[in-house]
């Protein structure tokens, strides 16, 4: 078999995660391992774990750092959503969310999804875009995973707003019919993999994924798309993205975004009302 990803194998020692870690297995063309601990596979750098806590990458080697699965439900992620700080958030405020405006947003480069999940729980309508196979799957585990929440009826509120979609952001950009209101890029470059603020384990992630060598193409064409505006999120002493300065930013302590406005949003946008714990 010829993998689509050398040096990453699909691990389960979970029997109730077998047929989930052999269909995984089979949409990336990877191996598949059973019987042995991530820790052990000393012949390749990553590893796709299937357990009962859901899908994870994980790096080989006694000292690697732990593992990274797309959570929605608990953690970070969830705690932002609880006490995050609603709409006055910047990057709320980069994209345009306040009282009586949810526009709709499509996240070009979802990664794990963070972002789109924060905005999501602020109301908004989110079509994630990850061209990532390996990726997408980890999406798609943690959507899942976190439909099945069925204690939380907030949270299944949230994930109902998101959309998933597998395709190269730029290819899904050339074929849209209708402009979005948003469009939002985060896009990964070496200077941020390199950071002090990034976990071990996420630089290991952004190892694995790599970099997204088309970014400036993307703002180009996000910018002749979008209906409102485009947002792009760099680290605080990055270029801008193709050269394109933009209308303002809004900057913190490690990161900024670009906020490149095309269009005044009208008084109300969107119909969906966020809980008010938002």
Same mark, same amino acid.
């Given at each position: 078999m010829t993998s689509s990803f050398p040096g990453v194998?699909?691990?389960?020692?979970?029997?109730?995660?077998?047929?989930?870690?052999?269909?995984?297995?089979?949409?990336?063309?990877?191996p598949l391992l059973m019987g042995v601990e991530p820790k052990d596979v000393h012949d390749l750098d990553?590893?796709?774990?299937?357990?009962?806590?859901?899908?994870?990458?994980q790096q080989t080697g006694a000292k690697a750092p732990g593992p990274v699965r797309a959570e929605f439900a608990s953690g970070s992620v969830d705690h932002r959503r609880k006490f995050g700080g609603g709409k006055g958030q910047m990057i709320a405020?980069?994209?345009?969310i306040k @009282?009586?405006?949810?526009?709709?947003?499509?996240?070009?480069?979802?990664?794990?999804? *963070?972002? =789109?999940?924060? #905005? /999501?729980?602020?109301g908004s309508r989110l079509t994630m875009v990850e061209r990532s196979?390996?990726?997408?799957?980890?999406?798609?585990?943690?959507?899942?995973?976190?439909c099945m929440a069925a204690h939380d009826p907030e949270l299944r509120a949230i994930l109902s707003r998101m959309e998933?979609?597998?395709?190269?952001?730029?290819?899904?950009?050339?074929?849209?019919?209708?402009?979005?209101?948003?469009?939002?890029?985060?896009?990964?470059f070496p200077e941020r993999q390199k950071s002090a603020e990034v976990k071990k384990e996420m630089r290991a992630f952004h190892q694995l994924v790599g970099k997204d060598e088309d970014?400036?193409?993307?703002?180009? @064409?996000?910018?002749?798309?979008?209906?409102?505006?485009?947002?792009?999120?760099?680290? *605080?002493? =990055?270029?801008? #993205? /193709?050269?394109?300065?933009?209308?303002?930013?809004?900057a913190g302590k490690t990161s900024r975004f670009?906020?490149?406005?095309?269009?005044?949003?009208?008084?109300?946008?969107?119909?969906?009302?966020?809980s008010a714990d938002s």
């Open positions: 194998a699909v691990v389960c020692n979970d029997t109730g995660s077998r047929d989930q870690a052999a269909q995984v297995a089979r949409r990336l063309e990877c990553f590893t796709l774990v299937c357990d009962a806590q859901g899908l994870s990458v405020k980069a994209v345009g @009282a009586g405006i949810y526009p709709h947003i499509v996240d070009l480069t979802a990664g794990l999804g *963070r972002d =789109a999940f924060v #905005l /999501a729980s602020l196979p390996l990726v997408h799957l980890l999406l798609e585990d943690g959507l899942r995973r976190g998933l979609v597998h395709m190269d952001g730029a290819d899904y950009v050339q074929q849209l019919t209708e402009a979005p209101d948003v469009i939002y890029l985060d896009p990964m970014a400036d193409t993307l703002l180009v @064409a996000a910018l002749d798309k979008a209906r409102y505006r485009v947002v792009v999120k760099r680290s *605080r002493k =990055a270029p801008f #993205l /193709a050269g394109r300065e933009p209308s303002y930013q809004l670009d906020v490149y406005a095309l269009c005044k949003f009208p008084e109300s946008l969107g119909s969906t009302e966020p």
